[in-house]
């Protein structure tokens, strides 16, 4: 089984900044690496799928890369409605579908 | 766009079955997709419960399967979750989605749906 582990947990930022969130698998995992956007009270929101692709009206800002163990989600410039929980997920281990614990983007 | 819309008790007994229905607008659900179920205990991370493609096809994940049967409905463009046997450790919000074309990504999402299991 693939453990996906992200870090940090929490993360306090203001809007503006610039910010990376990472995602490490246990072992080396297909290229098809998604991120998803949480908020309170809501369904998680596709934001990167096959590791670098943007899904359909996400904002530029977001942009995924990575390979291998190590892969990364970066904000370029933080807007208030960014502030939210984010979650890496594979499917490496078919049919089984793994999602990492999540990171905390909160508003300093 | 595709519309996901989660429907069912919000609250179930003990060792009963859990039942919920997504319907699906925007979409056939004989498109070439597969239609999956997510839950999300509260305060905790997601677990992927399953999925069905139109002919019945079905994937479930292993630390469930056992208890888990998932079926669509042409006529009605819907899909449904039974989780059989349930406990207190089963009680989360039940999410449908639709996998994104290729196979490994969640691409939509209804709104969920909160599900108790208490006496």
């Known amino acids: 089984e693939i453990v996906l582990t992200q870090s940090p947990a929490t993360l306090s930022l203001s809007p503006g900044e610039r910010v990376t969130l990472s995602c490490r698998a246990s072992?080396?995992?297909?290229?098809?690496l998604a991120w998803y956007q949480q908020k309170p009270g809501q369904a998680p929101r596709l934001l990167i799928h096959g590791t670098s692709n943007r899904a359909t009206g996400i904002p530029v800002r977001f942009s995924g890369s990575g390979s291998g163990t190590d892969f990364t989600l970066t904000i370029s410039s933080l807007e208030p409605e960014d502030f939210a929980v984010y979650y890496c997920?594979?499917?490496?281990?078919?049919?089984?579908?793994?999602f990492g614990q999540g990171t905390k983007l909160d508003m300093k | 766009q595709v519309q996901l819309q989660e429907s069912g008790p919000g609250l179930v007994r003990p060792s009963g079955t859990l039942s919920l229905t997504c319907a699906v607008s925007?979409?056939?659900?004989?498109?070439?997709?597969?239609w999956s179920w997510v839950r999300q205990p509260p305060g905790k991370g997601l677990e992927w419960i399953g999925e069905?493609?139109?002919?019945?096809?079905?994937y479930y994940n292993p630390s469930l399967k056992s208890r888990v049967t998932i079926s669509v409905d042409k006529s009605q463009n819907h899909f449904s979750l039974n989780l059989d046997s349930v406990t207190a450790a089963d009680t989360a919000v039940y999410f449908c989605?639709?996998?994104?074309?290729?196979?490994?990504?969640?691409?939509?999402w209804g709104r969920g749906i909160l599900v108790t299991v208490s006496s």
């Open positions: 072992q080396s995992v297909s290229s098809k």
């Open positions: 925007g979409a056939s659900i004989r498109s070439d997709k597969w």
């Open positions: 069905v493609y139109h002919t019945g096809s079905t």
């Open positions: 989605a639709s996998v994104l074309w290729g196979g490994s990504e969640l691409e939509y």
């Open positions: 997920q594979e499917r490496s281990n078919w049919p089984n579908y793994s």
